[in-house]
């Protein structure tokens, strides 16, 4: 980690030394203010081309499947199923529906992303068929258990973020970019997310999340990408590794299927209390 | 079991074999859920019959889903969800029931959908009671809070709209009276209910009702206008003489009236806090009175840097009947209540909520805990004590519980003041 650190940092702290040095005091704040400029400029740029390389997905759904590790290696699993319609004006819309284990089955999310202000977010209990609108305040909480917080879950709006680009790296054998996002949401759980993507594809293959007090909380790791529809990438495979609690959780994303005709009254509040029907 | 035997089983087990393929290409079934569970409760006072013991019941439920139609664009549902509960002693065969939450056809197109058979829904936002939650008649076996409710039979047809709203229309042939205790069971009434319900509508428990909702959101303000006309869910006790049984004459006969019910319900989110309101009119034969329910919720997300989540509520119950209000009614109380949500893997929360009435000396606590022992095994908790004033009595000359006639001296709580008790229930999930 500590490395990584390093390689962030030095080149800053390089230009500082030199620019103070050579033309003081004043044009060192300029002169700071230009490059950080360039770099969030190149950071934001990355991410919406990325962003750009997503869209036009339509909908998705898939079946997911989570397997919490505790330190003593104990497991539990959760199983879920997706559905996501992509959002034109406004951000996504998803449903999220327990299916595993059998006592939450039929619990559920919906979540309309917004790009700038507050997500609105809906919980449904069947036991009671009652809905529940929630404040997405609670983005912070780990969701089900899981090292995965509500927000690491929901969808990855570009305007949600500032972006810095920072430097360029080798992962999993890739050509990668660097990108520093900094949450624009105070209530995030986060004082920044250290994204690697690869060059090629765009495709995220890592985060280290940054807690608060700007230690480092938990990594991801993306892998096994396979591409649907011949142009959307997403990744089989995720795990999240918390370096504070030591605990684990691991993502299977399976079953993915482009374009299935999801129609937004499917992605609203009477879709969520009719879970296990209606497709 | 040979077939050459038997032509008329081979012919039928031939016939329903092709049935179920046919079926089976045309009708999409998705999986079976079967849970069975046992539940105990316990109770360290005596009761108003000095008789009662702990209680046990097993549960059944069994849940599925199937679509028809799956060609067109718009598949017809078929739900089936089934709730059984056996007594494990007859004295408490009161508590047997057999539910159905759902039992209904349904089809849904676009903002449209209707549903036609028994169903069950939740109208409300507060978290102590819920007024304007009108249609489905409430569980008093369940759990003494009423939040659990009845199937009901309904043709009901929903529309939704991003701009003007939703609008829920139904139409409820059939009504479900509530069930009570007999005076050997536990959290009984201090005399005999009658098994003969007294309705104020000649139909009797088949007077068609209607309902209607409207509810909107306005960013975080969510609001909703409800419309009920029928047969009253809670029941006014009336102290009639019952002469088949002439050693005691004397119970109580539930009398169903016709009401007119409007309801008003709001939850504003500001940030953390939740702002909540429901308010009724209801107007009968015998007058009319408003109630409503306000309050808030607060959510600290992750306290002390645990991933617990602790949500406080504060509620006012106010029913304008004060005094006059039936017993059980919470007429000017407060609710304050901690729920802790654990977000671990076993998904294990706590909840206790105090109510405390404003003037009387009345508090009644209810903890509730849930907790997963395995992917299939749940266990769960509920406790309640009641601490409502003077003491249960009986008048020895008219052999009429004080209550009854005093409720301004006793308290609306005051049957309940020996019925704590603690209930554990295990579930297994197949």
Redesign the interface.
Known sequence: MSRLTNNRQNPLHTFLNRSAAMLGILLLCCGTAITANADTDKGLAISQEADKRNSGFVDFRAELTMRIVNTQGGESLRKLDIKTLEGVEEGDKTITIFTFPKDIRGSGFLTHTKKTTNDDQWLYLPSIKRVKKISSKNKRSPFFGSEFAFEDLSSQEVEKYTYHYLNDEVVDGLDSYVIQRTPNDPESAYSKLIVWMDKEHLQIRKIDYYDRKEALLKTLTASDYTLYEDKFWRASNLHMVNHQNKKQTFLVWENYRFNTGLKDSDLEQPALMRPLTGG | MTFTKRPFIRCGLLASGALSLLMASLVQA?EW?I?LGTEVRYFPGDGLYENAGDRWAFNLEV?N?W?VLNDSDY?L?I?LHGQFRQAAATADDDRNRVDF?ALNL?Q?R??W?WTLGMD???W??AESQNLVNIVNQTDLQASPDG???LGQWMART?W?HDTFG?WDFLLLPHFRARDFSNSRSRLALPLPVLGRDAYESGDGDNHLDFASRWSH?WG?L?TGLSYFNGTSRAPDLQLVIDNTHPSQPLVLQPFYAQIEHTGFDA?W?L????LKAEAIYQTSHSGHYWASISGVEY?F??IMDT?Y?LSWYLEYLYDDRQAQAPAGVLENDWMLAARLSF?????SSLLVAVFRDAEADETIVKCEGSY?LS??L?LGLELWTFATGPSYSRDPVTRIPAQIVDTATYGKQALLNDEDFLQLSV?Y??
């Open positions: 998705d859920q849970s849940e889903h679509s598949p549902y739900n939450p349904a849904f676009d903002g959908e069950k829904l939740f409300g936002v939040k659990d409710r929903s939704h939703s959101q975080d969510t939850q989110i940030g953390e806090w939740l959510t997300g992750q991933s989540d977000n671990d893997e076993a998904s997963r992917d299939h749940s579930t999930y197949f």
